[in-house]
Structure formats: structure tokens, C-alpha cells
């Protein structure tokens, strides 16, 4: 009870960096990290939104095996442009441009990121590569898959590709930069006793993303520049009439697309270690283990994109090495599932939304990290490999993991961002309306897929229709799932009840300091002297098991 | 196309139950962990659930053997899983020596196919039961990809080479062939039949087609036509080029000093761009054929020179001894589509 009461903080001056100044100009050029992160979180939501209809246009094609509601170059269009705008424009950014940008310097205890500039700078970019790609839309669309394979997108597609390629080059640069950003200010901004292994696990894992943005991402980009080269200047790379090889696209873009997938959930396991350990009250079991896994996870990453490949005439030997790595990747995955689980044991658990949501990620990313597997194996990969068995896997990591964990967040941190509470009887019946709407959309894929039903289909076989049913009734009720926190955010923005600074009663820095936060984060630079989620005096200590003897002082 | 177990495609090769097999394998150990997982985490949230607001639980100290224990065990059963899919992998993607060849051509958005006795169809696929199949496959444009899922087998087919896979159907019948790469905008369009039929019948669905030229027997009238023969001989027998008969699968010296086995993918390169690879002892006089002929004419070529064997510079008979067909004569031969 003690302890509870030591981490309240009062309430100090009534400026925060929301009303420290007015006017547009103060936010387009704001270097306030905490700003640029609310421009983030609107352009993102914006571009999610596009994404979303998308969905439901696919969604509302395959309701029938015919091809009756678009033509197929529209409806080729339509599946591009979902992938192109969620996976570039949304998922990527998410959780690190948004929750990483407001949190990564509170966290540590800096009064801003190291290169302010450089962030807003890193907005602009990307707002900059989001409009030439909604050019590309407006202007007539891509019709290549978010793919973009050789020699399709190069010699035989008629749109426009080039716009398209050339607003997701423009975008990975804000990527960069933003993964600069964060390894620099991880290193040297760390208030005075925040040594590397007190950091919070959100910032382990943000350190670990970072370096997959800043090795990744150039290599996206050479690529695409090689695929506008091929298409405008003709000049023989992957179109082997010109002499190139189609294969050879295909590994320069997973390259880069596999570890992308890290990009999308690394962020998210940390999110999801900061609820588990927040809402139980207690430390992270095995904490080296989470933020070493996030490490490894970035690393092994790299080595794994040819399992893309099973089936494109790539050595059966390459295979089975990649194949080999692609099991290996899985382990640091299933570490920190199992720690997160140990963490509850004799814990003290609350059911707000954002642990609703850290459940829910646990679960389903079980399911699609599990099912990965199967992609992993390479008798099977060669049946599922192209399937709808691949599309309900990646959903089950990118939608059931990075996007749960994004929401997740985005609840915890909500009275900190906004200085209001969210209504939590909403926020915990729209997260149970989503998990719903997602599992019966994806659920049934897996089985469509096994059965043999192709990805990119526009009209299907009518035997594979129970599934298509099944799964566009479960999109509506996911869309009609996410409208909800959409309207209660905006709503508590003006409306919601005003949040105290440490809502929730935790250790963390970033619940010292008033909310909204004043713009330097923290009237004095805050001294760390505790350990990361440090709920109870470390001497109270418990030993579990009869494990004695081996023990690591979490 | 429905098997009698719910939620399990029809099986119709060999390869369908060893495919199946670990893909249920799989599905066990999926289901296990994920019920373990969801179990242990509804009843650590319902029994530890917060009962006092201001409660502080002990905090746990981590365990280097619990840790050790929940990393080897899943990476024991994950190499279950690699070895046993890797060993069929290997078996899906080695076709055997004796199988029977089926050319496929990929285009947008058709399936066409040629069999060495000389029948053509699209979108459509004749083989008998119980026969072992090779597709040597390629492509006119984009990335295809062969997918006939009551077989287990699926293969891209790139343009610029030769994919092949391989299959012994074990039941007659209608299955589904995909074309499972996005290819544009017929994709889903690009999709036809497999059709298994008893051996008699396939017989006789071969000699209702009597009369067609055989792919080598084309190949030889392109070999007059586009000139070929002045160099490399009216039968392979070499000149100012390289011999040819006897060629395929042996190991032939080139100039760079470097020695390559004559398969599929080399000939084809050797024509589209024949100074890519010279054989030892030539120079680099033969004009390219890039552009020239088609993908189909290619796979023509290809099966004449397969043909050339040493001891009979005749086109031998293609290796299906299924059907007896006339020895196919030069001047009988109609000019090739």
C-alpha cells in the first residue's frame, strides 16, 4: 500500500505541451517529440482508415465465387493498394513513430529525442511519400500485389507503379530516421541511473526495431529504384528478355520484407511486456531473456527472407538452410510468450482494455506465430505456400499482433498523451468486439487455404465459399470493432474525464510527470534508482520452485 | 472437391498422405501449445485476479531452468518438423528418372501444355494413374505458378528457364489445377483441370489425337528452318558449332575452363543467348534466337536435341512406351504452330 502511494505524483503547473502554444504553425514546426507524435498518430489513422475500406471491399467481392462486383483489374487494384497502405504507411510506423516517439524519451528520462529536427524532418518525409503514393491511387492505381515481382511490375503491369515505388522509397527514409533517432537517444539520453538493464522492455525492443529500420530499409529502397530503373530506362535487371533474373528481385525485396515483419511486431511484444507486467503489478520473469530475445529476433530476421522462395526454383539445399534459420527465429518468439505467462503466476491482474488487449495478443499471436511454422516446413510450404492459409497467417501476426499491441498502447498511455481517460466500459467491449471480428475473418482462411484456395483470387471455385462467407462477416464485425475506439478517443479528447498523471499506479518514469506532460518532459531531470517495473522492494524477492542455487535476481 | 474427412483437401498423388502427414503433425503440436498457453493464461487471470485495489504482489525472482527447459524443448520439436518436412521436400522436388515428360508453357492467362507423343491442350491436363510425371514447365511473360492441390505440388514457373516437378497420380479423376502467382489480370481466370484417367483410357485418349507431331519431330523441322543444321549438322553431328547428338546430360568443357552438365536450362540458354556459355574449341559466332521463337518452339528444339542420341541420329522415340506410334519421318512432319 505503501508503495502504491510513493509513485502518486501531484499535479504540478497547468502548462503541458498541448497548450504551451497555439496555432497551426506551432505544430507543423514543433520540435516537441510528443508533438510530432500526435501528427503521426493522425496521418497514420488516416491512412488506416483508407487501408480499412480496402479490406471491406475485398472482403465484399469474395462475398460471392463469382467476380460480380468489381472487374478484376479493380478489384487487383484494390488488394495492392490494402497491402501497400497498411504495411508501409500504417503497420510500419505505428507503434514506433507514435507510442515510440512520445514514450522513448520519457521513458528514459530525456527531455526530447536526440535530433528533434531530424523527427520532424522524418514526418515530413513521410508525409511526403504518403501523398505521391496517394497520387499513385488517384491517378489510376497499382495493380502488382504490394509485392511488386519481376518482370509483372516491371514489363507487363499498365500502372502506376513507378509513383507507387517512388512514395514507398520517399517513406523508408523517415524510417531511417526515426531508427537513428532512437538508437542515439537510447545510447547517450538515459537520465542519470537508468543503466541498460533498468530500461523498460518497450525500450529494449524499440532499440531492436531501430536496428532493423536502419539495415533494412536501404535495401527496399535500392530495389524499388532498380525496379523504376528496369521500367523507365529498360535496362536489364530482373526482366529476363533484357538479360535479368526475376528471382533476383524477389530476394533483394524479402530481404528487406521479412525483417520488415519485425518491424511491425518487435514494437508490439514491447508494448505488450510494459501491459503484462503493469496490470499484474509485478516484474517481468526472466526480464535479460525478453530483451535479449527482441535482439536475437533482429538479427536472425536477417537471415531468414528465403523462406519466400520454397517454391520459385531456389536450391532444394538454399531451402533447407533457410528453412533451418526460419525454425531457429521461432525460439525467441516462444521465450517471450512463456515469460509473459510466468510473469502472471502469483501476480495481482486488472481487466482495463489495455491488458484485455495484451491477452488478446498473447493468444493470437500463439496462433500466428505457431502457424508460421507450417510456412517454415517445407513439405508444407510447397502445399500452402500462395494460399489463403499465408494471407490468415500474416493477418493473425500483423493484425492479431502488431495492431492488438498498437491498441493496447494506445489505451495505457491515452491519459498521458491526452490528459483524459477513455470510457472503459467501451474500451474493453470494443476489444472484445475485435478480438471476435478478427478470429472468425482469419480463423476460417487457414482452412480455405488448406483446402487449396489461391491468395489474389478474384472469383473462386463456389466450393471455397462457406470460408469467403465466413470471414467477410467476421471483417464487418472487426471494421465495425475498430469504428468504436476511433469515436471514443476523439470523443474523450473534449469529453473524457481528467486523467490523473499516474492513472494506473506505476513505477514507470513516464508516470512521474503531469499529464498531458509539460514540454520538457520532466521539471528536473529525474535520478533512477529502482529497477524496471519495480512494484515491491526487491528484498521481498520470491524464489520459485526448487530452482535454487540458479537464480537471476530479476 | 471435397474428402470424406471434413476440412482436408481430396488426396490424389503420392506425395498428398506424406505432405498431409506432418501437416497434421503440425496441426498437433500447434493445438497443443496454443490450448496450453490459452490454459495456463485463463486460470492464472481468473485465480490471480486483482481482489484489492492497493494489493502489491512479491515479485518472482527469473530461472535460468526454466528458461533452458522452454527454449530446447521447442527447438527438440521444431527440428521434428524441419528434418521430416526437409526429407519430403527433397522427395517432392527430385523427380524420378524414369518419369514420363509433360512440357508446360505458362502464358497470361492459359496453361499450355504439349506431350512427347505430340498432343497439345490447354488448360487442361491428361495423365494416367498410377504413371510418374515430370512437367518441365516455363513461361512466355510473367511468373506462373502450377498449383494442383490434390496433389500437394506447386511450382513457379519463371521465365527465362526451366522449373520442373513431378507426381504419381493415385486416383482417377477431375482436380483442380491453379495458377497460385499473381500474374495480372485474369489471375484467377488462369485455373483449369487435371484429368487421371486408367491407363487404357489414356490410351485411347492419345490415339484419338493420332496424327499429331511429336515435339522432336517439330524441333527437327525447326532445326531445317531456322537454319540450324548448317552448322551444327543435319543430325547433330556438329561442324562449325558444337555436336549435339548425344549432348543432353553430359558434361560438356566450355572456354572459361569451366565444365557444365547439358540440361534443359543450358540448351535453352545456349539458343536465347549463346555467348553466354561456349564450349570449349568455338567461337562466338552463332547469332541469338532471343525473341525469334517462341517459348513453345523452344521446348521443340529442346525435345529434338533430347532426342539425338549418338548411336541413332534419328529422333528416337519419346520415353513413353505407353503408346506405339509410328517412327516419326522428317518429310511426313507438318510445319509447327
Redesign the interface.
Known amino acids: 500500500?505503501k508503495?502504491?502511494e510513493a509513485f502518486e505524483t501531484p499535479q504540478p503547473s497547468k502548462v503541458n505541451y498541448i497548450n504551451a502554444q497555439y496555432g497551426l504553425k506551432s505544430w507543423l514546426l514543433t520540435k516537441d517529440h510528443k508533438r510530432i507524435a500526435l501528427l503521426y498518430l493522425g496521418s497514420i489513422t488516416f491512412f488506416f482508415f483508407i487501408g480499412g475500406l480496402y479490406a471491406m471491399m475485398i472482403r465484399l467481392e469474395l462475398l460471392t465465387p463469382q467476380?460480380d462486383l468489381f472487374h478484376?483489374?479493380t478489384y487487383?487494384k484494390v488488394f495492392t493498394q490494402h497491402g501497400i497502405i497498411m504495411i508501409f504507411f500504417f503497420l510500419i510506423p505505428s507503434i514506433p513513430a507514435t507510442l515510440g516517439n512520445f514514450l522513448v524519451p520519457m521513458m528514459i528520462g530525456a527531455k526530447d529525442l536526440a535530433f528533434p529536427r531530424i523527427n520532424l524532418l522524418s514526418w515530413y518525409i513521410y508525409l511526403a511519400g504518403g501523398l505521391i503514393t496517394i497520387y499513385a491511387l488517384l491517378a489510376g492505381g497499382v495493380?502488382t500485389?504490394w509485392?511488386f515481382?519481376t518482370?509483372?511490375s516491371t514489363?507487363?503491369?499498365n500502372s502506376y507503379v513507378v509513383a507507387a515505388g517512388l512514395g514507398i522509397f520517399v517513406n523508408g527514409f523517415s524510417s531511417i530516421l526515426t531508427g537513428l533517432n532512437f538508437i542515439v537517444t537510447i545510447h547517450t539520453m538515459r537520465a542519470p541511473g537508468m543503466t541498460w538493464f533498468r530500461l523498460p522492455l518497450f525500450i529494449w525492443a524499440h532499440y531492436a526495431t531501430s536496428l532493423v529500420m536502419i539495415l533494412g530499409t536501404p535495401v527496399i529502397a535500392i530495389t524499388v529504384l532498380l525496379l523504376a530503373f528496369e521500367r523507365v530506362a529498360r535496362v536489364g535487371i530482373f526482366?529476363?528478355?533484357l538479360?535479368g533474373?526475376?528471382?533476383l528481385f524477389q530476394h533483394l525485396f524479402w530481404f528487406y520484407s521479412h525483417p520488415a515483419v519485425y518491424i511491425m511486431i518487435l514494437p508490439s511484444m514491447g508494448v505488450v511486456s510494459e501491459l503484462i507486467a503493469n496490470f499484474?503489478?509485478?516484474?517481468i520473469?526472466?526480464?535479460?531473456?525478453v530483451a535479449f530475445s527482441s535482439l536475437a529476433i533482429a538479427v536472425f530476421g536477417f537471415l531468414v527472407w528465403g523462406h519466400h522462395l520454397?517454391?520459385?526454383?531456389q536450391s532444394?539445399y538454399a531451402?533447407?538452410i533457410f528453412?533451418?534459420l526460419s525454425?531457429?527465429v521461432?525460439?525467441p518468439s516462444?521465450?517471450k510468450?512463456?515469460?509473459w505467462?510466468?510473469?502472471?503466476?502469483?501476480?495481482?491482474?486488472?481487466?482495463d482494455t489495455p491488458m484485455l488487449y495484451a491477452?488478446g495478443f498473447?493468444?493470437l499471436f500463439?496462433?500466428g506465430g505457431?502457424?508460421g511454422?507450417?510456412l517454415?516446413?517445407?513439405?508444407?510450404?510447397?502445399?500452402l505456400?500462395?494460399?489463403y492459409f499465408v494471407v490468415a497467417h500474416f493477418h493473425y501476426i500483423m493484425v492479431g499482433g502488431a495492431l492488438m499491441g498498437y491498441l493496447g498502447g494506445l489505451h495505457y498511455w491515452w491519459p498521458k498523451i491526452s490528459g483524459r481517460m477513455y470510457p472503459e466500459g467501451w474500451g474493453r467491449f470494443s476489444a472484445l468486439v475485435i478480438f471476435v471480428g478478427f478470429n472468425l475473418t482469419f480463423l476460417p482462411q487457414f482452412?480455405a487455404g488448406?483446402?487449396?484456395m489461391?491468395?489474389?483470387?478474384?472469383?473462386?471455385?463456389p466450393?471455397f465459399q462457406v470460408f469467403n462467407v465466413l470471414s467477410s462477416a467476421g471483417a464487418s464485425i472487426l471494421g465495425f470493432g475498430m469504428l468504436i475506439p476511433a469515436i471514443y478517443f476523439v470523443w474523450s479528447m473534449r469529453y473524457g474525464k481528467h486523467a490523473e498523471p499516474n492513472p494506473w499506479h506505476l513505477p514507470g518514469l513516464e508516470w512521474r510527470t503531469a499529464a498531458p506532460p509539460p514540454t520538457e518532459n520532466f521539471e528536473t531531470t529525474p535520478i533512477v534508482t529502482w529497477e524496471a517495473y519495480?512494484?515491491?522492494p526487491?528484498e521481498?524477492?520470491?524464489?520459485?520452485?526448487k530452482?535454487k542455487g540458479?537464480?537471476?535476481?530479476? | 472437391?471435397?474428402s470424406w474427412v471434413p476440412?482436408?483437401?481430396e488426396s490424389a498423388s503420392t506425395m498428398s498422405w506424406?505432405?498431409d502427414a506432418?501437416?497434421f503433425y503440425?496441426s498437433g503440436?500447434?493445438l497443443f501449445?496454443?490450448l496450453l498457453?490459452?490454459a495456463?493464461?485463463i486460470f492464472?487471470?481468473l485465480r490471480?485476479?486483482?481482489?484489492t485495489p492497493?494489493?502489491?504482489?512479491?515479485?518472482?525472482?527469473?530461472?535460468?531452468?526454466?528458461?533452458t527447459l522452454?527454449?530446447v524443448i521447442?527447438?527438440i520439436i521444431?527440428?521434428t518438423?524441419?528434418g521430416?518436412?526437409?526429407?519430403?521436400?527433397?522427395e517432392?522436388?527430385?523427380p524420378p528418372k524414369n518419369a514420363m515428360e509433360i512440357y508446360v508453357v505458362g502464358k497470361?492467362w492459359m496453361w499450355k501444355i504439349q506431350h512427347s507423343t505430340g498432343q497439345r491442350e490447354i488448360n487442361e491436363l491428361h495423365v494416367p494413374v498410377g504413371r510418374k510425371i515430370k512437367l518441365i514447365m516455363t513461361t512466355e511473360?510473367?511468373?506462373h505458378?502450377f498449383?494442383v492441390?490434390?496433389f500437394?505440388?506447386?511450382?513457379?514457373v519463371?521465365?527465362?528457364?526451366y522449373?520442373t516437378q513431378w507426381f504419381e497420380a493415385t486416383k482417377t479423376g477431375r482436380y483442380?489445377l491453379?495458377?497460385?502467382?499473381?500474374?495480372?489480370?485474369?489471375?484467377?481466370?488462369m485455373?483449369g483441370s487435371v484429368i487421371v484417367m486408367e491407363s487404357r483410357e489414356f490410351d485411347n485418349w492419345l490415339s484419338g489425337n493420332a496424327g499429331n507431331t511429336t515435339p522432336a519431330v517439330a524441333g527437327q523441322q525447326l532445326f531445317q528452318t531456322l537454319g540450324c543444321v548448317s552448322c551444327h549438322g543435319a543430325n547433330g553431328e556438329g561442324g562449325r558449332g558444337p555436336t549435339l547428338a548425344g549432348l543432353f546430360g553430359r558434361q560438356t568443357l566450355l572456354t572459361d575452363g569451366q565444365s557444365i552438365r547439358a540440361d534443359e536450362p543450358y540448351i535453352r540458354e545456349s539458343i536465347v543467348?549463346p555467348q553466354a556459355k561456349l564450349v570449349v574449341g568455338f567461337g562466338p559466332i552463332m547469332p541469338t534466337f532471343?525473341?525469334q521463337i517462341s517459348e513453345d518452339q523452344l521446348v521443340q528444339l529442346l525435345a529434338f536435341i533430347k532426342s539425338l542420341q549418338i548411336a541413332n541420329p534419328q529422333p528416337a522415340t519419346p520415353a513413353s512406351p505407353l503408346v506405339s506410334r509410328p517412327q516419326p519421318q522428317p518429310s511426313a512432319a507438318s510445319s509447327p504452330q
Request: with cysteine; net charge neutral; aromatic share 16%.
Open positions: 500500500m508503495a502504491i467476380g478484376s483489374t487487383n495493380d500485389g509485392t515481382y518482370p509483372f514489363t507487363f503491369s526482366d529476363p528478355t538479360g533474373d526475376p528471382i499484474s503489478r509485478k516484474n520473469f526472466g526480464y535479460k531473456f520454397f517454391v520459385t526454383s532444394i531451402g533447407m528453412s533451418f525454425f531457429a521461432a525460439i516462444a521465450v510468450v512463456f515469460n505467462t510466468a510473469t502472471l503466476y502469483k501476480s495481482s491482474i486488472s481487466y491477452l498473447i493468444g500463439t496462433v505457431m502457424t511454422l507450417f517454415a516446413a517445407l513439405a508444407v510450404d510447397v502445399h505456400s500462395d494460399t482452412v488448406f483446402m487449396g489461391p491468395r489474389r483470387y478474384h472469383a473462386y471455385p466450393e519495480e512494484f515491491a526487491p521481498e524477492t520470491e524464489i520459485v520452485g530452482f540458479e537464480l537471476e535476481t530479476a | 472437391m471435397q476440412f482436408v483437401p506424406k505432405v506432418v501437416y503440425l503440436v500447434t501449445f496454443t498457453i490459452s495456463v493464461l492464472f487471470v490471480y485476479r486483482r481482489r492497493y494489493e502489491i504482489p512479491r515479485p518472482v525472482a527469473g530461472s535460468h531452468k526454466l528458461e522452454w527454449s521447442p527447438f521444431s527440428m518438423i524441419f521430416w518436412s526437409a526429407k519430403v521436400y527433397f517432392q522436388y527430385n497470361q511473360d510473367v511468373i505458378d498449383f492441390p490434390a500437394r505440388m506447386k511450382a513457379d519463371v521465365p527465362g528457364k522449373t483442380h491453379f495458377c497460385a502467382e499473381y500474374c495480372g489480370m485474369n489471375h484467377s481466370g485455373i543467348n532471343q525473341g
